[in-house]
């Protein structure tokens, strides 16, 4: 199937989204900070009529974990570092709602000023189910709606004061775990009767932790690999299984099908054995430290510990977190539904552009997967690029130089990124977010040899843009309108080279790209980002022209005009880009800057002009419409 008929489907899943089924649309990380009152989470997820579970904990402070859940009803919680049994505080959790849910003044979920996450498992066949049952002392089957065999169950006594049991598929129903200790599996007949679960039913044992005469209990039932959700109704979205750690500060790759967002970990075999808790919204970093909660534990979350790279197919075991032992985890999948307008992945904003000096400092309608950001009346300012993936580092644009250490550049929002809080009206931020079909970023390693790399763009890249972070060379980009036999350089004006060595001769496809052993893409032992876009009908559009010499239309089919455009001649030309938050006017002139030179905006030019199915080219002058002259492009509505 060709690029424009994989888009045009993309763009009908995105119509009927509400009636297909995507990780978006039963899981969610959401974090706010505290403020003592009322607060109602946003996330999109109809908890008051399709049930849940929403698990919260103070990232920031010692407050313990949170478990509330539509089958016992608000403001009653579980702690899953403690046995101790159902607890009511009337100021935690207040309500289940239809888009989320809301918090009391309760300090433990709303404190003033604590940063808290959230994580909240919508109830769904094949990924996840709420079973309440009454404990009888002898072997039972209990029935479940999961619809799929599950790969992690945990139980918890309401009642009374016992420890928690996890099931896990790859330890299987003759050993118990304990989510709120950190031990190893052991042996015990008498918690799953050596009985596995099935699509239907798990059996308990005899062991009052999960089978007490008289008392009452709750199942958490998580599905493993169950393939029926995403466009086609063919993807994974939660994966349950086990890896083997090599020790000796070695790492172990681990592919589960897809680039998680959330992972669950833990050392199996060996004590001790946390249970590790990363999530993308509060930082997996390539090559860095990421943030990690433990489920065993109220303490603050660690951030020194380097615990896993992502990547598209899976996750690395960082040699620090990988000893000799076997380690289970529970994965889930990265965002994949399809955007529905532009809003959705793409915004502008300047910083505290309300004035108020309130975070994040440049805001958006989405978490945001990576944003340019500089100030636009300044010819010393530099063009930077940040990126979730990347943690608390940046890169510029204009310059060949290496990635640099960034700490006031923060991705922890579902609202915008952070950068510096005080206001200023001049400094500008593009901001991104991956989505199939639109934008995708890769993190990867070089080897020095000619080599395939996974995307999960889900379709042809038509625009890749590769930077080496490790050290200074210059960012490398493709287009298709050119080839894999031609790259750019995207921080200098030179014409598109031919070179064999950059993209290897070969296309990319809607699974891989390839590089070759140029230093700029895959240098061994080097670490590179790459941003890849496509055409997304209605959202975005990768393209070429050629010149007129006089006005014309570049229609890139949308309907209410393109709001960012970046342009630039094929042969010596400057890379320029405009965005309707700084202007694209019907009349006067239109301020544009160069990816290509750290220059102050130009604000004097009138190269363009908006137009309801893309963007109206003006003028014959070389930088954009030279007679004759040939023009790529990337526009997004």
Known sequence: MNNASTQTLIAAAAAQAESLA?????????????NSGTTTITNGLDLAGEGGLVWTKGSNYNYDHHLFDTERGATKYLQSSQTTSEATQSTSLTSFNSNGFTLGSDSDVNDSNIKYVSWTFRKAPGWFDIVQFSGTGNVQNIAHSLGSTPGMILIHCLTGVHDWEVYHRSTGATQSLHINKNDAAASDSTVWNDTAPTSTQFTVGTNNNVNQNGHTYIA????HDEAQFGTDGDESIIKCGSYLGVGGGNSTTVDVGFEPQFL???KATNTPGEWRINDTMRGIVSDGADAQLNADSSAAELTGNATCNLTPTGFISNGSQNDSATYIYMAIRRPHKPPEVGTDVFSVDSRGSTGDGLTPAYRSNFPVDWYMQKGVSSSSGALEAAFRLLGPVSLDFATNDQASVASEKTFDYNNGVEDVTSSNQNSVAWMFKRAPG???VVAYAGNGSNRQISHNLTVIPELMICKRRSGDENWHLYHSSQGPTKYATPDTNNVFNTLSNVWNNTAPTENVFSVGTNH???RNNDTYIAILFASLPGISKVGSYTGTGSDQDIDCGFTGGARFVLVKRVLTGI???WDTFRGINSSGNDPYLRLDHNSAQVTNKDWIDPLNAGFTIKTNVSSVNKSGDEYIFLAIA
């Open 22 to 34: 995507y990780v978006d649309d039963v899981f969610s990380t959401f974090l706010y900070t505290g």
């Open 520 to 522: 700029g893409v895959n």
């Open 438 to 440: 639109f934008c995708d």
């Open 575 to 577: 890379w320029l880009f």
């Open 220 to 223: 958490y039932i998580f599905a």
């Open 264 to 266: 669950i970990t833990k």
